[in-house]
């Protein structure tokens, strides 16, 4: 497992608790498969329904994607990947995955939300909730449909 320059079919992001980021939560996100299909249906949903900017988000379940948290004393190793940044990619395989989900607390995504102006987020709940920042969902379909 290590962090790539160029998109990969793994996402890694900074979550948030309703407490803060007390627990070094991440969340990953696989691009592959469905995603790029579900994620450019539900920004189409937008347009056609012409929601505005100041209409707030648009809401989708979505449960493909994995809520870590560390609650140990230890600065989990994958913090210095996001010391610089709030989003990297990760060229991983599907067994370091399972073995994260396994050593980390691992809560599953209940809504992706998107924004009118591209911005979306990952949230999920499990006696408490949990948030990813913002990213821009626009930008990384743009870039995935050109490589398709």
Not at 13 to 39: C, H, M, T
Not at 94 to 123: N, W
Request: proline share 1%; hydrophobic share 40%.
């Amino acid at each position: 497992m290590k962090t790539s320059a160029k998109m990969t079919e793994t996402m890694l992001l900074k979550a948030f608790s309703e407490v803060g980021r007390n627990n070094y939560e991440i969340a990953l996100i696989n691009l592959s498969g469905d995603w790029l299909k579900q994620s450019l249906e539900t920004t189409q949903l937008i347009e056609t329904l012409n929601i505005d900017f100041f209409s707030g988000y648009l809401a989708r379940k979505e449960h493909n994607v994995s809520f870590l948290r560390s609650e140990g004393k230890k600065v989990p190793f994958y913090e210095q990947w996001l010391a610089e940044g709030e989003l990297v990619f990760l060229d991983v395989e599907a067994q370091e995955i399972e073995q994260l989900c396994k050593h980390f607390e691992c809560i599953k995504s209940d809504t992706l939300l998107v924004h009118p102006d591209g911005m979306a987020r990952y949230e999920g709940f499990q006696g408490i909730r949990f948030r990813t920042v913002d990213f821009d969902l626009k930008l990384i379909q743009e870039i995935l449909t050109s490589q398709n």
